[in-house]
């Protein structure tokens, strides 16, 4: 079944497969699920602006969905410029 909305998880509430992505030895805190037909190149450059906090990491499924897993608790992330980048806007919701 596709997913028509973007999953975040603390990373020990993740579904066992998402989590099993990780294979740094760094305990990461969070973990984000973003179906295919939602990921645009925007979201990566977000992402990554905020991994200058912490270390972020991207994987892609089987089924061409995206995952990141990151250090940083979301609050420390969403706080920072970059973390405007996420914010739900007008000019950004699919037609």
């Given at each position: 079944m596709a997913l028509n909305h973007i999953m975040v998880w603390k990373f020990s509430a993740a579904?066992?497969?998402l989590q099993r992505l990780h294979r740094s030895?760094?305990?990461p805190e969070w973990i984000v699920l973003i179906p295919r037909e939602l990921h645009r190149?925007?979201?990566d450059e977000a992402v990554f602006a905020a991994g200058k906090?912490?270390?972020v990491s991207r994987y892609e499924t089987k089924d061409g969905d995206v995952v990141y897993i990151g250090n940083a608790p979301l609050e420390q992330i969403m706080a920072t410029s970059a973390g405007d980048r996420f914010a739900a806007?007008?000019?950004r919701?699919?037609?």
């Open positions: 579904p066992q497969h030895p760094q305990n190149g925007d979201i906090l912490t270390t806007r007008p000019d919701v699919p037609s």
